[in-house]
């Protein structure tokens, strides 16, 4: 497995990417058009949000067709001449999965709602629902009139659970699967994947009892142990990653135990300030303790942007951003990069929820609207965590709709796109993205330096990264803070540096 290690991956969201068409959707050729801008990153896979044919009820995590491109997107012919090109510049495409719920026009379903007696099995029906809630709010039942009774959805209603325990069910997957890579795919993101071995009736949703059976079927049947793969598997342990991650099952697994640092009492949408001492206990932990491939993400198409939630999005915004991919640039594993991250791309903060799209947003503006809270305060919740932040267009230029698309886009641009943009930052020696590339070049190029353990300490203001020849000093703060530093300085994040001080958001590292 450790050749699929220190590689490095650039998340698109393809609705927001580039349109092409003038339809107000991001689409396959407009990534095509943008791959020579990625090569210059130096990206070794793109990992694409799901592109194949979906109602958009949760923006194409409600699957319809699993062997069908959406029309929105473009063709199956455009998806395989995007593996082609990418190919061409050495860039590997990961396909987003979605193996535990389908959309609810999905074949499967409709014929399960015809009591088929091959697909009914495919999705969890019951006469009563129990207490077992959705992610996105309410029940995680819901009654179907046709059949007469509740079938089990853990997100949207028109997303079916997948029945996992019917051997047909995995067998028709692998076999879509191996579709994907028999055309070129060499790389896969598994959707919400430890929900898959759910037991309902015993109240058991994620990492159920046959959880890692399932994944070793999966792995044996399709990856082989030989195509990178990352599940998503939100607040995991080092045990169960050890569990999950293996040569019998994935490569590597999203645990975003950093990012559930702020969520107060486990609540999402009840945000706190960073706490540098639980930072560096996490950081540590999988830095140090982990010996399997770790899965490095700042942002990703679910998370509202790190640089706006725990930094300084507008005054230090592209101290902010470097400051980001210094300290998690220069940890081991395989570093993820979400669109726009790179240029240091912030949180929309729109203020109507008429501008926001998502499901989740909209099911939880109702909730807190039931529970009597006043539209200001409901919106200052939602326009700090709504996963729309990381959904808007991505900012190409400084023309209409930030240069992605001739037309209303489906969701609002950022208000900031004049002054944050890809043709802008290019074109500084100082910008976010040439510094992004100098990391990762860095890392490449320097890895055995990079996995080596790492001494982290804080004050609670400043945390500092130490490794056998280089050490990261990060400032969290607005503050000035003195500081003893080195001369011999390979990253800095202010165009020059102040003898033994560390200014606002100010990172330097300095080789020992």
Known sequence: MRDLEN????????????????????????????????????????????????????NGYDISDYMQIDELFGTNEDY???????????????????????????????????????????????????????????????YSEEVGKYYFRLFDKTQPDLNWENENVRK????????????????????????????PDKMITGKGPKFYE????????????????????????????????????????????????????????????????????????????????????MNNHDLPRLISLWLNDNEYRKESAKLLITLFGLLKGNLYIYQGEEIGMTNAYFNSIDKYRDVETLNKYNELKEKGLSEDSIM????????????????WDDTKNAGFSDVAPWIDVNDNYNKINVKKDINSE?????????????????????????????????????KEDFIVYANFTNENIEIPLGNDILFKNYENTKNNLLRPFETIVVKK
């Open 380 to 395: 200052e919740i939602i326009k700090l965590v709504s996963r729309d932040n990381a959904r808007i267009p991505m900012q």
């Open 430 to 466: 100082d910008s976010v993205f040439n510094y992004y590339k100098n990391i990762i070049k860095f890392r490449k190029e320097n890895y055995e330096k990079i996995e080596k353990k790492a001494t982290f300490n804080t004050d609670g203001k400043i945390i500092s990264m130490e």
């Open 214 to 297: 399932y994944l070793k079927e999966l792995n044996n049947n399709t990856f082989k142990d030989k195509i990178l793969t990352v599940g998503e598997c939100w607040c995991s342990t080092i045990d169960e990653s050890y569990k999950m991650c293996n040569k019998d099952g994935l490569t590597q697994a999203f645990h975003f135990t950093h990012q559930c640092l702020t969520h107060t009492y486990g609540d999402k949408w009840n945000q706190s300030k960073i706490n540098l001492y639980k930072l560096c206990d996490c950081i540590n932990k999988w830095e140090n303790e982990y010996t399997g491939i770790e899965a490095i993400v």
């Open 172 to 199: 028709d997957l692998y076999e879509m699967i191996n579709y994907w890579i028999g055309k070129g795919v060499e790389g896969f993101r598994l959707d919400v994947i430890d929900l898959i071995g759910k037991e």
């Open 80 to 142: 395989e001449r995007l593996i082609k090109e990418a190919k061409k510049r050495n860039i590997k495409i990961m396909m987003d999965l979605v193996l535990n719920h389908t959309s609810s026009e999905h074949i499967w379903f409709k014929k399960a709602l015809q009591k088929d007696s091959r697909y009914y099995d495919y999705y969890i029906w019951r006469d009563e629902p129990n207490d077992i809630n959705s992610m996105f709010g309410g029940s995680a039942w819901a």
């Open 7 to 58: 590689k490095v991956i650039y998340q698109i969201y393809p609705k927001s990417f580039k349109d092409t068409t003038g339809n107000g959707y991001g689409d396959i050729n407009g990534i095509i058009e943008k791959l020579d801008y990625i090569q210059d990153l130096g990206v070794d896979y793109i990992w694409l949000s799901p592109c194949c044919k979906s109602p958009q009820n949760d």
